[in-house]
């Protein structure tokens, strides 16, 4: 149950609250996760860190979700990524994503990034 | 110079002459052994003349002599008839002469009337001298004496006998013509030398009583009749323009001999057009298709029916002529219907009658017609004449035209029912749309608080299992999530109000409701320390407000009606407030200043002018700053409803129009709203 992985984190949501709640669960398990509000700030860090995985809101500010993963996509075809949305529909559109609905479950979100860094 | 000038003046007024010559003849007493008409007169001068003329023809004056001998000279064969004539009535050589003499100086005496001098008569009394030569041994002729000596006496009685019968005869106002048994003619009345001498117009030398003018076909129409059987004829002749009846009777004398034919004639021309007018006129109404019906004015029977009519009806018109048009108007029960339509044009009340009627066919079968009555003399009779139509297949027209109408009313009902129902349907549909907008943008907005209050639940589950559940972390849970569950609260309000459409249009002072947002919002502007005024400009009377003083003062009350919705008014004008104070805010600007002005000067519209020193629109978004879901706005923090809703009740329910424009510091949005004007009475 309270596994982890060293890996580094990129977690994209420009909701503060969301954005809050959600990294104080899984710093538990994720000790090296980076956060970022919006997309220009997301890429930002991706360049500087080391990034392995990336989680990201698709409906973001300045730069959106989409507009990220291409970039990262990009430069690193197969690069991890999972995506937290409401909009169902906006997300089948991605391909090799794992997605994790909002309102979004803790232990799906765990057991995904678990999964994607095994 | 010859005898031209003169003829020609005499010939022009021959009636003239012929009147003064004859008066002399009646005052010297030749009455007796000549015609006493105007019209043989007439001949006879014209024969005087026509002889001169020829015998002039190609002469000079100096060629005209008294004693010349001419190979031919038609002037002295004239007189050699005349003189010939003359001695057979009896008349003696000195007679004759002294009236030859007596015409020479009455003519002499009219040329001197008429302005001809000496020497223009001189060549015309040589040519009657000349004249009273030829008489003087014309009459002297032997032959003439042993002739005429043993029928004188006779001749002169049967002449004196001629001239009483022809007195007679110019009695009758009708042409009279008397063939002898070689069908020659013997004598002619007045009227029938007139007529024949006008229609005649052969130059010929007319010698009296012996050479009548009369035309070929007469002659020629004698000879024929004496050459048949019959004793009497009458016979329709056309003679160039005209048209004459002649009656011709063959006359026996006691022994019942053939003597002659005496023939009358009358000039039916006039009357014969007359008929073929009649003709014409008969066969065209007797051959239209119209019908045509004559019926009497007392017991109503037919007179006449036309072709048309007998036609369409099927009887003939001995048939018709026993019947009245009751017998084939469906319409009339009885005679007294009919008489009391008819009185109406008896009595003069209607010049015409219209009658839509029923005709039936002999055949029994029906039409309908359409019956023109009119009352008419005709040749002193009243009648009444009925020109009808068969309407039948313009009813029948007019039948489908009022079916037509009549289905298309249905339709049109229907298509009206139908759009009506289509009208309902959409605003169904409408509705549903609206409030699938409101349930997808309550949803938009939703999304996020949701997801943080989940989030929330689960947390203190996870908390509690790692023992970090403090009273600290509980407090927190339940601000945060009241926060969140106000948001969303206060979101379904937002868009209700956005898509309510109960609130029912109705006039209201823009005045009113800006003071009452001006007081909702003054604790909030007040608290960021944002100033606020209001001016209005009405009458020429400012009136401020600020947050210290919020009453009203000296303001006229009615200038600033208008007519529309309040409550989303009222939510426009928080929307555009409260965009002001936010932007205040995030501009971090220190002293705010939130200026609200009206101008109600304007007789058409009420202007609002909401002035902020936010820092403006940027350029880069002014297109889109009333795009419905547009917001600057972080998600969750904006609908992206504010602007767009506000140009939207502005536009759609208020008539009006809203712009903005930046400034130094900000940006003023105006609003144009159009006055309700107030009854001056009122």
């Known amino acids: 149950m309270h596994k982890g992985s060293e890996k580094n984190i990129l977690y994209v949501e420009d909701e503060p609250l969301t954005r809050e709640l959600t990294v104080k669960f899984l710093s538990r398990f994720f000790p090296n996760i980076y956060t970022a509000s919006d997309g220009i700030e997301g890429a930002d860090i991706f360049k500087k860190e080391g990034i392995d995985i990336l989680v990201t809101d698709l409906s973001l500010p300045n730069m959106s979700g989409f507009e990220l993963i291409e970039e990262i996509r990009s430069q690193t075809p197969d690069f991890p990524i999972i995506v937290t949305t409401a909009y169902r529909e906006q997300a089948e559109n991605l391909e090799n994503v794992k997605v994790v609905y909002k309102p979004v479950s803790l232990a799906e979100l765990h057991q995904t990034l678990l999964e994607i860094s095994a | ?682």
């Not at chain 2, 006879?44 to 005209?64: D, M, Q, R, T, W």
């Not at chain 2, 006008?198 to 035309?215: A, E, K």
């Not at chain 2, 999304?447 to 970090?468: C, D, K, M, T």
Request: with cysteine; aromatic share 12%; net charge negative.
């Open chain 2, 1 to 682: 110079m010859n005898l031209d000038s003169i003829l020609q003046f005499l010939k022009e007024n021959i009636n003239d002459l012929t009147t003064r010559l004859a008066k002399v003849a009646e005052k010297n007493g030749y009455f007796a052994y000549t015609p006493t008409s105007m019209v043989s007169w007439k001949m006879y001068v014209k024969g005087i003349l026509l002889s001169l003329e020829k015998f002039s023809e190609n002469k000079s004056p100096a060629e005209i002599k008294p004693d010349a001998d001419y190979p031919s000279n038609p002037f002295e064969e004239f007189l050699q008839t005349e003189v010939l004539i003359h001695r057979r009535r009896g008349l003696s050589l000195e007679m004759f002469l002294g009236l030859f003499k007596h015409f020479k100086i009455e003519i002499m005496h009219m040329l001197k009337e008429n302005g001809f001098n000496e020497k223009e008569i001189w060549p015309f009394l040589l040519t009657f001298e000349k004249g009273e030569i030829t008489i003087i041994n014309c009459w002297r002729d032997k032959k003439l004496d042993v002739e005429d000596s043993k029928h004188f006496e006779e001749i002169r009685k049967f002449s004196e006998d001629k001239n009483k019968y022809l007195e007679i005869l110019n009695s009758f106002s009708f042409p009279i013509v008397f063939f002898d048994d070689s069908a020659k003619p013997k004598l002619v009345n007045n009227y029938a030398e007139e007529l024949f001498g006008t229609l005649d117009s052969r130059n010929t030398i007319v010698y009296s009583y012996d050479n009548f003018l009369l035309p070929e076909w007469v002659s020629k129409l004698a000879v024929k009749f004496m050459n048949e059987e019959y004793k009497e004829k009458k016979e329709k002749v056309v003679y160039g323009n005209n048209t004459f009846h002649v009656g011709m009777k063959k006359i026996y004398d006691a022994k019942g001999d053939f003597k002659g034919i005496s023939a009358i004639f009358s000039d039916i021309s006039d009357l014969e057009h007359t008929k073929n007018e009649a003709e014409k006129y008969r066969y065209i109404l007797e051959n239209s298709l119209n019908e045509i019906y004559i019926f009497n004015r007392n017991n109503f029977k037919f007179v006449d029916v036309n072709r048309g009519a007998r036609l369409n009806l099927g009887y003939s018109l001995n048939e018709l002529k026993q019947m009245t048009p009751v017998d084939i108007m469906v319409d009339f029960k009885s005679m007294g219907d009919f008489r009391k339509q008819i009185n109406r044009l008896t009595t003069g009340e209607v010049e015409y009658l219209v009658l839509e009627a029923t005709h039936r066919r002999k055949d029994g079968s029906t039409y309908i017609a359409e019956a023109h009555v009119q009352k008419m003399g005709i040749n002193g009779e009243i009648l009444f004449v009925a020109i009808v139509s068969d309407v039948t297949k313009t009813k029948s027209i007019e039948k489908e035209l009022r079916e037509l109408n009549q289905n298309l009313e249905t339709r049109v009902q229907e298509e009206m029912h139908k759009r009506l129902q289509n009208e309902k349907a959409l605003l169904e549909q409408k509705k549903f749309a609206d409030m699938g907008q409101l349930i997808s943008a309550i949803g938009h907005q939703w999304r996020q608080p949701l997801n943080a209050l989940g989030l929330y639940v689960q947390s203190i589950r996870f908390w509690y299992e790692h023992g970090e559940l403090t009273e600290e972390n509980i407090r927190e849970f339940e601000r945060e999530s009241m926060e969140l569950i106000h948001s969303m609260s206060s979101t379904i309000d937002e868009f209700r109000n956005y898509f309510a459409t109960n609130e029912k249009p109705k006039t209201f002072d823009a005045i009113d409701v800006l003071l009452n947002v001006i007081n909702i919002m003054s604790s909030e502007m007040a608290a960021r320390n944002i100033r606020y005024s209001l001016k209005c400009h009405c009458s020429w009377k400012k009136t401020q407000f600020d947050y210290e003083d919020g009453c009203i003062n000296g303001c006229e009350k009615g200038v600033a009606l208008v007519y529309g919705y309040k409550d989303k008014f009222r939510q426009c004008l928080i929307n555009l407030i409260t965009n002001s104070i936010e932007a205040i805010v995030a501009n971090n600007v220190q002293k705010g200043n939130i200026k609200i002005e009206v101008d109600a000067m304007n007789p058409e519209n009420l202007i609002i002018f909401i002035d902020d020193n936010g820092g403006g629109v940027p350029q880069s978004i002014a297109n889109n700053i009333f795009d419905p879901y547009f917001t600057t706005k972080h998600e969750g923090l904006g609908t992206g409803l504010g602007l767009s809703f506000v140009k939207n009740i502005i536009d759609k329910h208020m008539g009006g129009q809203i712009n903005f424009r930046n400034t130094y510091e900000g940006v003023t949005f105006i609003l144009t709203l159009p006055k309700k004007k107030v009854n001056a009475n009122a």
